[in-house]
């Protein structure tokens, strides 16, 4: 129930932030924010998954993906795609 109502919470502020960025555009700190809770989004599904096999390493897996997932943000040209998709809108 817990983790249901944490997607919902994160859908509803995913939703705002998507607002935000239609009408004022894209800033760096909307895309960490988009970001990030693309990454709690897959928090709460690994959660899911720990709750039918108790033996995944919740842990483990969240710390991995959040060095992996800094990695894949790090490696994009934000300040190019910011710019473009602010001149296309």
């Not at 960025?21 to 989004?41: D, E, H, N, P």
């Not at 993906?65 to 300040?79: D, G, I, K, P, T």
């Amino acid at each position: 129930m817990l983790l249901a109502a944490s997607l919902i919470v994160l859908a509803s502020a995913c939703w705002r932030m998507l607002l935000y960025v239609g009408a004022y555009g894209l800033t760096i700190r909307r895309v960490m924010s988009l970001w990030l809770m693309a990454y709690f989004v897959f928090l709460t599904g690994v959660g899911v998954v720990r709750i039918y096999r108790e033996r995944t390493p919740f842990l483990r897996v969240g710390a991995f993906a959040l060095v992996y997932w800094y990695a894949a943000f790090l490696s994009v040209n934000w300040n190019t795609l910011m710019c473009a998709y602010n001149a296309a809108h």
